[in-house]
């Protein structure tokens, strides 16, 4: 089956991705100002980082899979709860254990973290085009 173009939304979200967290909001604010509909649509399709804790377990695996450690690490540091403790709970326990100490210990800047975060973003969003992936969070099924 042909994948649909995406929507002017949709490609305002995937350029909105690319910026750092503090530039999407201006821009967001912006948007809603000259046109609060689309703004509305953009936000809509707008994935953060913060929502990969909504990934359902095999999109998380295999993302995680993706993502080398160090990265990871510097990516989750200021994480939500709710996503630090799914990304650790589909890591090995090893892996998991030493995350933890490596980020206890490391100093990250705001700027390193929001770079990894959006390399990671862009690397989901790939999965997702590629079919690898779904960033809609978990299925549900239907009988």
């Known amino acids: 089956m042909p994948r649909r173009p ?4 949709e490609i305002a979200a995937e350029l ?5 967290a503090s530039q999407q ?3 967001l604010e912006t948007l809603k100002q000259h046109d609060p509909k689309l703004a509305e649509q953009v936000e809509g ?11 359902d377990k095999h999109s998380l695996q295999t993302l995680l899979r993706e993502i080398a450690p160090e990265d990871l690490a510097t990516a989750l540091h200021g994480a939500p709860q709710a ?6 709970a589909n890591l090995s326990r090893r892996v998991a254990e030493q995350m933890k100490e490596d980020m206890e210990g490391s100093r990250t800047t705001a700027a390193e973290m929001d770079t990894v975060r ?8 790939q ?5 690898k992936i779904s ?9």
């Not at 959006?118 to 969003?125: C, D, G």
């Not at 999965?127 to 079919?131: H, K, R, T, Y």
């Not at 960033?135 to 009988?143: A, I, K, M, Q, R």
């Open 6 to 9: 995406p929507t002017p939304a």
């Open 16 to 20: 909105l991705g690319n910026l750092p």
């Open 25 to 27: 909001a201006s821009a």
């Open 45 to 55: 399709s707008l994935f953060t980082f913060d929502q990969l804790a909504d990934l």
């Open 83 to 88: 996503l630090l403790d799914k990304a650790f």
């Open 118 to 125: 959006r390399q990671i973003l862009k690397r989901a969003r």
């Open 127 to 131: 999965l997702a085009a590629e079919g």
């Open 135 to 143: 960033l809609g969070g978990e299925e549900e099924w239907v009988e």
